[in-house]
């Protein structure tokens, strides 16, 4: 299996635009041991031609450009049969309207995600003005599927969605939603060696680690989990005021190098890393802290093979 990660960054990029807080005033300065990031944005294949996409960032139509795997191969053409979204947040799917360019895709999401997408926003509608287009597919918790392109062709790549949340972006009119908000994604494919099966967690998103989760993580070849903010309480402490990181629905760092110490991973990286989280700076003690456990720091264009 092929991942790439062609951004790790959360919502706002790093730096982000309107921000000057130590991280993005010295990276602007040229003055920062770290580097900037675009959204978070992966790509994953099983055969290295045909591309799936896990969410859709803001940032896609510079990240498809910076990645010579994801260019078309003919006149109208692209390797991305698809998106998988694990949330309905903009950083989730204001890529999807980067992608109406008439090239038929498949849409993976749950149906409250679907309803909100194609039902309260029409921009939506964009992705379906000829046919074939977008193919919307519902996803179901916990339920393992087959990645098909806008075709029907099978991709070799298996995904599973672990709702975890029913927390909705604030944009969402609908009330009585599922708890169907954020997911957890799991990808499988064979791996190069005959017979084996790898398997990739991706929570960029996650507000507690319970163990039915701990469990379905143990065992994964590759984990990228939530690296959002270090400490419950970092935007309160550079801003002044604002939510602490449970409250915006993400485990903080900290929290989540202590929970999944004993799990068995094979490699695991955080990503969705905001601008204010102080292992962005790879001379912070944060830095080396993560390091020093066993974990990276996802930066963008990773490649990783399996
Ligand atoms: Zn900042």
Known sequence: ??????????????????????NCDFVRQNKFRGKPRTQAQLALSSDGSRWFLAGASPDLAFQIEATP???PRALRDSPIAGVVLASADLDDVLGLLLLRELQPLRVYAAASILQILREENSMFAMLNRVEPQVAWNLMSDSVPFPLFDAQGADLDLCCEAVFLSGRYPRYV?????????????????????AGSKKRIAYAPAIEKLGDPLLSKIDGCDVLLLDGT??????????????????????IPVEESLRLLKNV???????????????????????????????????????HLEL
């Open 69 to 71: 795997e994801l260019h």
């Open 229 to 250: 903010f270090w400490s419950d309480d970092e935007l309160i402490r550079v801003q002044g005021s604002g939510e602490t990181a449970h409250q915006m629905g993400h």
């Open 173 to 193: 009119r609908s009330s009585g939603l599922a708890p169907e908000a954020t997911a957890a994604l799991f990808f499988e494919a064979d791996s190069s060696q």
């Open 264 to 302: 068995r991973v094979g490699r695991r990286l955080y990503i969705h890393i905001n601008n204010t989280n102080p292992i962005l700076n790879e001379a912070s003690p944060e830095h080396r802290a993560v390091l020093d456990a066993g974990w990276e720091v996802a930066e963008d264009n990773w």
């Open 1 to 22: 299996m092929h991942l790439r990660i062609l951004g790790s960054a959360a919502g706002g990029r790093f730096p982000q635009w309107n921000c000057a807080c130590g």
